[in-house]
């Protein structure tokens, strides 16, 4: 593994403060994606270990929101410098279990310690209101708690900053939380919460639990003491978890599947759309929600894009992310490699044609071409559903109406984006999408300081920036006679 610090490597799930093994003795394995070796194990916990989980959540609720929002972002702040601090070992741990290159897990430490970092002062910012009174007698007052017992479930494609822009305002709130990672990335949220213990904060706080997704889900979603569950997956389990969630009327966020559209206009910077297109299609090798799953190109400009696009792709260095230069890692699993490629096969047999790459990589294992596909048809699988790979399927639009129209016929609404110069199509374009989220002239939107979510069969709630806070709170408001 090679780590600075080898503490960072845990294979036992962390409860309550401390490291345990699950009831049953049972273990799941991690593997490398780039390799196929088999990194380590991870306990296959189940609903009794979670229960505990969330018992020592409530036990720690009290004291933890009675802390001022300052003495919380003290210990948050402590966690976000052991996240930087750490952030060669992390940023490691990240490629061996997920696959990206290592100078993009890097990036992802630093871009997930930023969430502990900005919601550790916004917790000092949780005002609320005073209202001038009905009647002559009363006075009103609105105040914001803390909603209580928090669980979190977490996707393998950001290992680390799907949790912390969780785990980051449900703390700075006054929350405590439960989180399940997913069992292909387990190490990097068992690293977090070894940083968590180190910076102090305090036990039962923030656990993390291995193990069955099912087994641990239910416990989440049924155990009445959770007040609020906050994931991050696809759209089917999303819905499948707010409906059991139903049941005891909690509180739920979720960030599900996205169908990004992104649309280059005759009028558009043609570099910069290239520019943007490579990011937002092909960083973590397609795998993101926000990333461009339909590029939809007009009429004058397309053949000069597509052999912009042919020449920018051509520079990808596909390979181990651990070894220098490579800006493409494998896929997650084979699973991933065959929606690629039933994705590719269907547009194919509805007239697209292949221009670039098209076929699993030379490298074996789960490692794919980066794909363009021209003239797909609008029927095509990939205008409706998420490829989560590597593959840019360029559609050709002649105006405005109908690609914002085709733009739009999906169920859903995560990221969206466009190039274009004309200042008056910019807001008109940018107003008629129906995204959470509108990159215009640029292809990467994420970070701390802005809202994230979607609306639509995207999700409901936002993370990151002012807004990032308040899922966490409940408002109360106070009627005093006098
Ligand atoms: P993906 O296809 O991106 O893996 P999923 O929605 O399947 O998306 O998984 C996202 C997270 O949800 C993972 O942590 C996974 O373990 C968890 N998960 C999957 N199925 C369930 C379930 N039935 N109940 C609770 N969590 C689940």
Redo the contacts with the bound molecule.
Sequence with gaps: MQLKDATLFRQQAYIDGTWQDADSGQTIKVNNPATGEILGTVPKMGAAETRRAIEAADKALPAWRALTAKERATKLRKWFELMMANQDDLGRLMTLEQGKPLAEAKGEIAYAASFIEWFAEEGKRVYGDTIPGHQADKRIIVIKQPIGVTAA?????FPAAMITRKAGPALAAGCTMVL?????TPYSALALAELAERAGIPKGVFSVVTGS??D???E??SNPIVRKLT????T???R??MQECAKDIKKVSLELGGNAPFIVFDDADLDAAVDGALISKYRNNGQTCVCANRLYVQDGVYDAFVEKLKVAVAKLKIGNGLEDGTTTGPLIDDKAVKKVEEHIADAVGKGAKVVFGGKPHALGGSFFEPTILIDVPGTAAVAKEET?GPLAPLFRFKDEAEVVAMANDTEFGLASYFYARDLSRVFRVAEALEYGMVGINTGLISTEVAPFGGVKASGLGREGSKYGIEDYLEIKYLCLSI
């Design positions: 479930i977490t996707p393998w494609n399940k990672p997913a069992s292909q997704a099912g641990i889900g239910t989440l979603t994931f991050t997956g696809s089917e389990i999303g499948q978890l989560f």
